[in-house]
């Protein structure tokens, strides 16, 4: 959940950025998009979908459809790399790349993660997670800012435009909230 809400907010400041015709804002959050996706794609095709994807048939059609979404926006992300920056072929691309992971993420946030909560013990979620942690690591992810105080975190999240921050524990706030800005 953490990534997902990173990226929206890499989203909305996309979005944002594209309205005060800001191309090098433009450029910049795109290129960050780019390398949280494939760090998260990463993580999960390597762990978490092997992890969970035999625990019920539902969970692991989701799985297979979240494999073709993962190479849709992998496809998505090379292309932006042959089109120039300011056309507007590479911003519709951005667009696209966005809406797709929209959809993925929300699928798997109102079906999948339900269905394997239902079946995974709290035990197992948390060794899961851990081992998800450490390989975001090994992939470049930055250290999560564990020694903020909640209200630090939450300025951080508004400037970064992370959504539900006003919801979210000191916890979630510092595994969300990008130390790099």
Known sequence: MADHNRV??????????????????MGQLADKMAKELEIHTAIEEEIYYPAVSDLSEEVHDLVAEGLQEHHVAKELISELGA???DSEQWVAKVKVLIEAIEHHAGEEE????????RVMSDDDL???????????RQLGAPEP?????????????RQQEIPGRSKM?????????????
Do not use: C, W, Y
Not at 9 to 24: S, T, V, Y
Not at 169 to 181: F, H, I, M, N
């Open 110 to 117: 109102t079906e999948m993660f339900p269905g394997v909560k």
């Open 145 to 157: 800012l564990i020694d903020l105080t909640k209200e630090e975190l939450l300025a951080k999240a």
């Open 126 to 136: 948390t060794t899961l997670g851990n081992r998800l942690m450490d390989r975001k």
């Open 83 to 85: 089109v120039e920056r």
């Open 169 to 181: 524990s000191r916890q979630e706030l510092a595994l969300t909230v990008d130390p790099r800005g």
């Open 8 to 25: 929206r907010g890499l989203f909305k400041r996309f979005h944002a950025a594209e309205k005060g015709d800001d191309r090098a804002t």
